[in-house]
């Protein structure tokens, strides 16, 4: 998927919702990337993050409302390369990720607040597929979203 989130916003401007305000660092292996929003809700709780990386994720992009918490990491390396085994296009956390120069190997794209070494715990904690929200976006399981080193967007139908 070759693509410039700055081309689809002038080219869907009526279309797309753009996250403002925010930060973003790009970690992964590939830098643009996009498909259908899956949706996880959660707080220094990585579980459900692991969860739907295992399960199969062609077209599929993981947003992770993390709470915006830079404490510990919801995704590292053994996480994303299961992620990349079963498809992921990529992952977007609102919160922090590690092991940042294996994630720079992976074919996956990995857009995060930052970056912090220590791990998430797991509890069983958080919530799948619920709408989320941060930098003034509502993010619906089922809609689309896309991304690149300029920034996130959403939309209700895929623009690729
Ligand atoms: O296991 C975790 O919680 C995160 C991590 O370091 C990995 O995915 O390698």
């Given at each position: 998927?070759?693509?410039?989130?700055?081309?689809?916003?002038?080219?869907?401007?009526?279309?797309?919702?753009?996250?403002?305000?925010?930060?973003?660092?790009?970690?992964?292996?590939?830098?643009?990337f996009?498909?259908e929003?899956?949706?996880?809700?959660?707080?220094?709780?990585?579980?459900?993050?692991?969860e739907?990386?295992?399960?199969?994720?062609?077209?599929k992009?993981?947003?992770?409302?993390?709470?915006?918490?830079?404490?510990?990491?919801?995704?590292?390396?053994?996480?994303?390369?299961?992620?990349?085994?079963?498809g992921?296009?990529?992952v977007?956390?609102?919160?922090?990720?590690?092991?940042?120069?294996?994630?720079?190997?992976?074919?996956?794209?990995v857009?995060?607040?930052?970056?912090v070494?220590?791990?998430?715990?797991?509890?069983?904690?958080?919530?799948?597929?619920?709408?989320?929200?941060?930098?003034?976006?509502?993010?619906?399981?089922?809609?689309?979203?896309?991304?690149d080193?300029?920034?996130?967007?959403?939309?209700?139908?895929?623009?690729l």
């Open positions: 998927m070759t693509f410039v989130t700055c081309d689809l916003c002038d080219e869907h401007a009526d279309k797309v919702s753009v996250v403002t305000g925010l930060n973003w660092f790009s970690y992964g292996g590939r830098q643009a996009g498909g929003i899956v949706t996880v809700k959660c707080f220094e709780d990585n579980s459900r993050v692991k739907q990386l295992a399960t199969d994720g062609k077209g992009v993981l947003v992770v409302d993390g709470g915006g918490s830079l404490r510990n990491a919801l995704i590292g390396d053994m996480i994303a390369e299961n992620a990349v085994s079963n992921w296009e990529g977007i956390i609102y919160g922090a990720c590690r092991d940042v120069r294996e994630l720079a190997k992976l074919d996956l794209g857009v995060t607040l930052g970056c070494p220590i791990k998430s715990v797991r509890r069983g904690e958080g919530q799948l597929n619920i709408d989320v929200t941060f930098g003034g976006v509502t993010f619906r399981p089922g809609d689309f979203v896309y991304a080193a300029n920034g996130v967007i959403s939309s209700t139908e895929a623009l």
